[in-house]
């Protein structure tokens, strides 16, 4: 029992008369001998607010299609401590393996209010795959970490199908993951998701901006809408007006349906113009904006010369700016405003990038070039 003296004095008079004392944080119960049932400490882990059989339901739920997944390279099966890939990089001369790690950030709030958990997983390999590809790499496996207060086996259950889902479509493993039940720390009915993601790239065929000059160009391709940032703002702002479900005439959609719209993945329109193009560098467009974003590849010495009226915005970022009256500066260093993936080339590359991209019912976009500071 700990000495009530190091606590409020109120609790003075009851010590002497020889009460049991305990102290729980900054609440002070008042307790007989006796400890009414409804304060007797849990015996159980369950008791506590895990349940292991809720987590074994999960794996029985995800074991089969999380092995869909799996190429020749996986060596382990699902359960193990550690996942093992073999590392055998066919056509490549000097591999060079890149890693990323990302989450999906506020735009679950969204998923939990609606009760649509399928799309943020894909979101998640998606946006992981797309860092990677901002350096030439193909993706290889993915591991995710899934943390809940209460786990509910059907909806991590929907979460991790999406991780499937977009690790099929990006030629990817998802060899491994964490699934975290911690009474107390969520709220009820909400989650958080993280993932890693691993690719390989040749050590030649690296793309790091480094050999970006001035009169490249940039070459852009369209976001599907906010993708995975930003949502902190446009949540304040929308959902001062308009319900999740509410349809709204400019976005052809639910406000809801729009909000979770999937990253999309740009690696198989990408992908196959890294070995014909001089492609110098790759920005994908995620929190801090065009700007931000492509700054990071472009040496010193050079600028962004961005024509901002080369492309129509997306109609959810024009409601964002106008409901919340959001200053121009803002909108440009919050959001993508409609570009997801930048591609900087040599002029005449750049045209028969254009060409190749359209040919694949791509909408590119030429928005600007690189200047000398």
Not at 27 to 37: G, H, T, V
Not at 181 to 195: K, L
Not at 240 to 245: A, T
């Amino acid at each position: 029992m700990i000495p009530c003296d190091r606590f409020e004095n109120r609790c003075a008079s009851q010590c002497a008369a020889g009460k049991n004392l305990l102290v729980h944080m900054d609440k002070f119960w008042y307790l007989s001998n006796a400890k009414p049932d409804f304060l007797k400490m849990p015996t159980t882990y369950k008791d506590a607010g895990v349940d292991i059989e809720a987590g074994d339901e999960l794996v029985r739920r995800i074991k089969k299609s999380v092995r869909s997944t799996f190429t020749r390279n996986v060596v382990t099966d699902i359960g193990a401590f550690g996942a093992l890939y073999r590392a055998d990089f066919r056509g490549i001369r000097k591999p060079v393996l890149v890693t990323s790690v990302d989450g999906v950030g506020t735009k679950l709030k969204i998923a939990f209010a609606l009760n649509r958990h399928e799309t943020v997983g894909q979101d998640l390999v998606n946006h992981c795959v797309n860092d990677i590809l901002a350096c030439g790499a193909q993706p290889l496996y993915f591991v995710d970490y899934f943390a809940t207060g209460k786990l509910t086996p059907f909806v991590a259950a929907q979460v991790i199908s999406g991780f499937v889902r977009a690790c099929k479509e990006n030629g990817c493993s998802l060899i491994g993951g964490e699934t975290a039940e911690m009474p107390g720390f969520y709220a009820d009915g909400e989650y958080d998701i993280a993932g890693t993601i691993v690719g390989v790239v040749d050590e030649r065929r690296i793309v790091d901006g480094r050999r970006i000059k001035s009169g490249d160009v940039l070459v852009a391709l369209p976001s599907t809408g906010l993708h995975t940032n930003g949502y902190s703002l446009a949540r304040a702002v929308l959902l001062r007006q308009f319900r999740l479900d509410e349809y709204i005439g400019e976005l052809q959609a639910t406000l809801g349906e729009a909000l979770l719209t999937v990253h999309r993945s740009y690696l198989k329109a990408i992908s196959p113009l890294l070995s014909t193009y001089r492609i110098r560098g790759i920005s994908h467009i995620t929190g801090g904006g065009i700007e931000g974003n492509t700054l990071r590849v472009i040496p010193k010495g050079l600028r962004l010369q961005i024509d901002w009226s080369a492309w129509e915005r997306p109609a959810i970022f024009g409601l964002i700016k106008e409901i919340g009256n959001v200053p121009e500066e803002d909108m440009r260093r919050t959001f993508n405003l409609g570009i997801g993936m930048i591609l900087i080339a040599p002029p005449v590359d750049a045209d028969r990038v254009l060409h190749v991209l359209k040919r694949k019912r791509e909408r590119p976009i030429v928005m600007g070039e690189i200047a000398r500071a």
